[in-house]
């Protein structure tokens, strides 16, 4: 077989029709709303295959979540003189001129206020359900087949086993496409979606004092470990370019890639 271009091929390659319709065909139509034939074979290069019983989604030798949780590290973060934080407020052009630099990590289609088009995106809505005890004795069970409408059900729970917790709280995640007033959560990223992209590239590329970043700002797929490598990779580039007098890209990645 020639090298897989679609998620398909992809598929068939790697584990066989009988498995990928049993598992990949009606998960990937639900979550994509597209034919698993019509999507890149990137997006199933990103999940691991495995034939033993280890269901970590990862296979990084180290893996953890913060002692204390996220919330708690982000807010140690934050808690500087030099940050000021401003919830509930739209990030905008006319907010930009009051800074020397800016680091957008909105939607890129969004700072040029959809000008080109809109970027294709999937959001999910999610349903919660309380209840005591447990609910499904794993933290993430995914349903593969079409006649379920929700793609998977988290329970949170299950990812510090380590807690005791009486009662259990679940959410059920239902994938669509992302309408207006929704949140962007996954960017499509098929054919025309990459055209438009770029020509919000070529606009970005003359922007001055700014630097698209993250998974939104640059329209890329990106787990949280990349997008914090990122991040630090981008905050040692500004620090070096303030001390050089050299000027801060407006992409340290390339968005198309
Ligand atoms: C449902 C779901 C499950 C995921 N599960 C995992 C997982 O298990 N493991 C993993 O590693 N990764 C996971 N990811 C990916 C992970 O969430 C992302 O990699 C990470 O959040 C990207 O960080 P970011 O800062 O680029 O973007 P975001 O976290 O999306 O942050 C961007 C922020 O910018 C805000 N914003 C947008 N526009 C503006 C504006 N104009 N003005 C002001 N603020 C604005 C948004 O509200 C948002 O808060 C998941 C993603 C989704 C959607």
């Known amino acids: 077989m020639l090298e897989p271009k679609s998620f398909e091929d992809q598929a068939l390659k790697f584990v066989g029709r009988e498995i ?50 996220y919330t708690y590290i982000i807010e140690k973060m934050l808690d500087h003189p030099n940050i000021t934080v401003h919830l509930s407020t739209t990030f905008t052009r006319d907010l930009a001129k009051k800074y020397e630099h800016v680091f957008y990590s909105g939607p890129i289609d969004a ?72 949140i962007p959560y996954y960017p499509i990223r098929l054919m025309d979606d990459k055209e438009l992209l770029n020509k919000y590239v070529m606009m970005a590329k003359k922007e001055k004092n700014i630097t698209f970043v993250g998974r939104l700002g640059t329209y890329r797929y990106l ?22 007098g050299t000027t801060m890209p407006t992409f340290c990645v390339n968005p198309l890639s």
Request: hydrophobic share 30%; glycine share 6%.
């Open 223 to 244: 787990d949280m470990h990349i997008t914090i490598a990122e991040a630090l990779e981008v905050a040692d580039k500004y620090i070096k370019s303030v001390s050089d």
């Open 111 to 182: 700072w040029f206020s959809h000008c080109a088009g809109r970027l294709g995106y999937r959001t999910l809505d999610f349903e919660t359900i309380e209840e005591d005890g447990d609910f499904q004795g794993n933290a993430v069970i995914n349903y593969c087949d079409e006649d379920v409408p929700w793609t998977r059900i988290s329970e949170h729970k299950h990812f510090t086993p380590w807690e005791q917790h009486d009662k259990t709280i679940v959410y059920r995640e239902y994938s669509r496409f992302c309408e207006v007033e929704d």
């Open 20 to 69: 990928y319709e049993t598992f990949f065909r009606g998960y990937t139509r639900k979550q994509w709303g597209y034919e698993p034939s019509q999507l890149p074979s990137s997006i199933l290069k990103r999940l691991p295959i495995r034939f033993n019983y280890d269901d970590n989604y990862y296979s990084s030798s180290y893996q953890g979540i913060p002692k204390n949780g």
